[in-house]
């Protein structure tokens, strides 16, 4: 069963422009959700995790546990954020991931 | 359905013993990774490779070793020498690097 889904594959903004990345997922307890982030050529990099509900470069996301969502945002979007953002949940013993988001800031 | 396959999914270890974990891809993918994750942290790469019979040490490479004879396999070796071997691994692979990944569903190894 698919645990989490990201439904956009390719999303493009204007720069400044606010920008939403869908995560749902499907898990009946309390999963930990994570937010990773891959620019272009580069490792993949831990975003956020909801449990520190830290803001990382502008970054947010909330856990919605009525909408099973975990959508990440940012007010005004920049062009260094175009990259690949992949929403992953963990229930302790296993990884799930999302097949990723690429977002493009368009300048 | 091309995919990932890691196994197994436990795994459950002797102190002072080596360990093999599994890690298949049928996706035709050049790249592949191993992470691993502690509790509250976030991935950390240990090896990766880019094509086969070449490999390169991730961030934290002590105490483990890869082979890539293969381009679909890519396992890890778990030394006796890695001081602090219990975690989650997580294998991914990619169709060149830095360009979107696949995931494996991960294993966990716990040493007894």
């Known amino acids: 069963a698919q645990r989490v889904t990201q439904p956009e594959k390719l999303l493009s903004v204007f720069k400044g422009a606010p920008v939403e990345l869908k995560c749902n997922y499907s898990?009946?307890?309390?999963?930990?959700l994570f937010w990773y982030v891959q620019y272009s050529r580069q490792r993949l990099q831990l975003l956020l995790r909801?449990?520190s509900r830290e803001s990382i470069k502008g970054f947010t996301a909330d856990l919605n546990k009525g909408e099973t969502s975990f959508h990440l945002k940012k007010p005004f979007a920049q062009e260094e954020d175009s990259a690949m953002y992949y929403c992953?949940?963990?229930?302790?013993?296993?990884?799930?991931f999302g097949t990723g988001t690429s977002l493009t800031v368009i300048p | 359905d091309g995919g990932i396959t890691q196994s197994p999914k436990y795994l459950f270890r002797k102190e002072g013993q080596n360990v093999t974990l599994s890690c298949e891809q049928n996706?035709?993918?050049?790249?592949m990774y191993w992470y691993r994750q502690d509790p509250g942290q976030g991935l950390r790469l240990i090896y990766y490779?880019?094509?086969?019979?070449?490999?390169q040490k991730g961030d934290i490479a002590e105490g483990y070793s890869v082979s890539r004879e293969k381009k679909e396999s890519f396992p890890l070796t778990v030394t006796s020498a890695q001081k602090n071997p219990t975690a989650f691994y997580l294998c991914?692979?990619?169709?060149?690097?830095?360009?979107?990944?696949?995931f494996g569903s991960g294993t966990r190894l716990t040493v007894v």
């Open positions: 909801h449990i």
């Open positions: 490779s880019q094509i086969v019979n070449d490999f």
């Open positions: 992953a949940l963990s229930d302790g013993n296993q990884f799930y």
């Open positions: 898990y009946s307890g309390s999963p930990e």
């Open positions: 991914a692979s990619s169709i060149w690097q830095g360009e979107g990944y696949t």
């Open positions: 996706l035709n993918h050049d790249a």
